[in-house]
């Protein structure tokens, strides 16, 4: 009796549970002398006639799978007697970071349509991101922040998704919306703080009242100019008042007085009778 090739108890316990698919599948078995001989090696063109739904599914959405490979590349052997019914995704994918990460089939869950079937990781990911977004991970490690610490799903919970800021902190100030922050921080390294753009001065204000207020009530033309026009780059960072100015008095009196301050007091609130 030919399916008596398949005399396993698997084998059993589909006929008595799944009697349809069974009889189907004894139907195949028995006008398929595929398992007839034991001399008869399976062929390419075998597969589909018992496995109908994993063919279908590869044609349809197999990609490269479906032109590149065929089924006995990925399966070499077949049970009972077969043991190696299946190849490691690296036997033929190596020489990227991003195929030494392991557990392929967590994230392309349907190797007969790896790319249709990915899924986002249900577990945290770090090094599995970085395997491709390599930039990313050096972007952290020259300006570690608690971000570095966290997971990359803990934020991108779906591939490509970008989250807001606001989605996890409160704002420094009621009138500031998501789109402002990254005026000041960038995601991956937030406390690299560059004020970029116009900024309003309501922004700094809120940690820097004084100077604020100072800046806001001067009659001096400094009051005209805005925060970030003077502190630029990196925060905190301030420009030398001779960076604008160079040195505009008489040399005698910047040799006696290195500080511009101790006769024009405040940058913010100038003494200036001009
Ligand atoms: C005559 C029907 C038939 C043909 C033809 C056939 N298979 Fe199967 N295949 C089965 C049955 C029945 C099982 C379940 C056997 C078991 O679990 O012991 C199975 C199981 C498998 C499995 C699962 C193995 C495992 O470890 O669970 C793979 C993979 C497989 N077949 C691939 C193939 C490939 C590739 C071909 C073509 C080269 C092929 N089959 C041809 C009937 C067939
Ligand atoms: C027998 C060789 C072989 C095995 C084993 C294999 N692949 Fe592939 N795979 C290929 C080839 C060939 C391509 C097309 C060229 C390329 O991208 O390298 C490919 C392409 C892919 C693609 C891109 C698909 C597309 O349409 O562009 C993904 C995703 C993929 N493989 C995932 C996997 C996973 C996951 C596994 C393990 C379950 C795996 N592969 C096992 C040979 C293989
Ligand atoms: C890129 C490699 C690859 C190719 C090509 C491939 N398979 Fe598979 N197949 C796998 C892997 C890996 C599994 C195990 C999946 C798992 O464990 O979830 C599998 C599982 C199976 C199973 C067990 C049931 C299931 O769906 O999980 C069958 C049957 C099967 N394949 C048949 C085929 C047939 C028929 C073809 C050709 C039309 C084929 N496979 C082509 C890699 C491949
Ligand atoms: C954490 C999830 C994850 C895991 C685990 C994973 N992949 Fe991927 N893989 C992806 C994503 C996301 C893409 C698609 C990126 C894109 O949109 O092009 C991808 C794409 C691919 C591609 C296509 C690459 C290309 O350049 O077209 C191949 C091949 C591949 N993966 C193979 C593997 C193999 C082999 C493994 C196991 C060693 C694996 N993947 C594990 C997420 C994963
Ligand atoms: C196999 C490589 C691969 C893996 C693994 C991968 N990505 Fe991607 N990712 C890509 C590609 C390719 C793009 C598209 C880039 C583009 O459009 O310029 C992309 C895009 C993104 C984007 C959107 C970029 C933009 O410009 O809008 C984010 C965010 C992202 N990935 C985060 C992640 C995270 C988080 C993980 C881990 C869970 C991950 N990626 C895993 C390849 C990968
Ligand atoms: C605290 C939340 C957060 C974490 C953690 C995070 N990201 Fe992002 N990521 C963002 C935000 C927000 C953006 C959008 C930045 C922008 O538009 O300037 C972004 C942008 C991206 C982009 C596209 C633009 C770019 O900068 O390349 C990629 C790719 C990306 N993230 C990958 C990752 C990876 C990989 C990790 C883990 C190592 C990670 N992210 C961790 C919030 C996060
Ligand atoms: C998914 C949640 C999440 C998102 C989205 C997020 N953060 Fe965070 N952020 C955190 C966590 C968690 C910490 C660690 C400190 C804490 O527990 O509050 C943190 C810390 C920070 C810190 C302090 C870093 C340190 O090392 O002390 C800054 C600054 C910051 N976030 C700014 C931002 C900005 C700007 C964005 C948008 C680009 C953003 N965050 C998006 C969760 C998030
Ligand atoms: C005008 C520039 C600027 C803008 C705009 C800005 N920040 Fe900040 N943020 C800073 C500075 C400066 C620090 C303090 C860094 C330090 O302590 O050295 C800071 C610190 C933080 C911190 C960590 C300290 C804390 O207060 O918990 C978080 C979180 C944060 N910002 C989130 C945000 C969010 C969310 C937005 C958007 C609504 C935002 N920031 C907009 C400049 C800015
Ligand atoms: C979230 C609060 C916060 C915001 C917003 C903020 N700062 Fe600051 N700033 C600080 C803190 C805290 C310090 C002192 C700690 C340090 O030196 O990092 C500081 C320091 C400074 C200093 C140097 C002070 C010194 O004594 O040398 C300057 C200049 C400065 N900030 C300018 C600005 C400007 C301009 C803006 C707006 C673009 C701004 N800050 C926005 C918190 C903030
Ligand atoms: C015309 C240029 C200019 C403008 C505009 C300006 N600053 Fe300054 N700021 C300076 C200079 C120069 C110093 C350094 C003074 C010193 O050497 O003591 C300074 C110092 C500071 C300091 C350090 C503490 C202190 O008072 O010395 C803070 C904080 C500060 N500025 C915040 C601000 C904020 C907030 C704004 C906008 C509301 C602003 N500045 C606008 C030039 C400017
Ligand atoms: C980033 C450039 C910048 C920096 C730094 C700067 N200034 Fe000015 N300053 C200006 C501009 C622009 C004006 C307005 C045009 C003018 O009057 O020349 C001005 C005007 C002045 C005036 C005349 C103001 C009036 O209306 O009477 C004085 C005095 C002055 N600055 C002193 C200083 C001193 C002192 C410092 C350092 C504490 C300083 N400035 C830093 C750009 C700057
Ligand atoms: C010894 C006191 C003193 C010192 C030190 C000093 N200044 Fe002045 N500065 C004055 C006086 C007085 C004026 C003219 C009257 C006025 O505008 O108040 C003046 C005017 C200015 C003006 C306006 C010039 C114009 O043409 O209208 C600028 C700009 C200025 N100073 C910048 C500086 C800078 C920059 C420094 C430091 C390198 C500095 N001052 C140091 C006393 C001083």
């Known amino acids: 009796m030919k399916f008596f090739v398949f005399g396993t108890s698997r084998f059993t316990f589909l006929c008595g549970i799944k009697c349809g698919a069974a009889f189907a599948l004894l139907f195949v078995c028995l006008t398929t ?14 597969c589909g006639k018992c496995h109908r739904f994993q063919l279908q599914m ?21 049970p009972p007697k077969g ?6 995704c690296t036997l033929c994918h190596e020489g990227q970071a991003h195929f030494e990460i392991g557990d392929c089939l967590h994230c392309h869950v349907n190797p007969h349509r790896p790319l249709e079937t990915l899924r986002d990781p249900l577990k945290p990911a770090r090094k599995e991101c970085l395997s491709c977004h390599s930039d990313v991970g ?25 989250p807001g800021c606001l989605d996890c902190h409160g704002p420094h100030l009621g009138e500031q919306f998501a789109r402002d922050c990254l005026r000041c921080h960038s995601a991956h390294q937030p406390l690299q703080v560059i004020a970029a753009g116009y900024v309003p001065a309501s922004f700094c204000r809120v940690c820097h009242a004084r100077q604020a207020s100072n800046l806001a009530d001067t009659n001096t033309n400094h009051g ?32 006696e007085h290195t500080d511009c301050l101790e006769c024009h007091g405040d940058a913010h609130r100038l003494i200036s009778h001009r």
């Open 33 to 46: 002398p595929v398992f007839a001989s034991e001399a008869v090696e399976l062929q390419a063109g075998d």
């Open 58 to 78: 590869i044609a349809e959405a197999g990609g490269r799978h479906a032109t590149e490979i065929g089924c006995l590349d990925c399966h070499p052997q077949h």
């Open 83 to 88: 043991t190696e019914t299946q190849v490691d």
């Open 138 to 162: 050096q972007e952290m490690a020259v300006a570690p922040s608690r971000h570095s610490e966290l997971f990359c799903n803990r934020c991108h919970n779906t591939h490509k998704e970008i």
């Open 224 to 255: 005209g100019i805005n925060c970030t026009y003077c502190h630029k780059g990196v925060h905190p960072s301030t420009s030398a008042c001779q960076e604008c100015h160079g040195l505009p008095h008489p040399q005698a009196i910047h040799s």
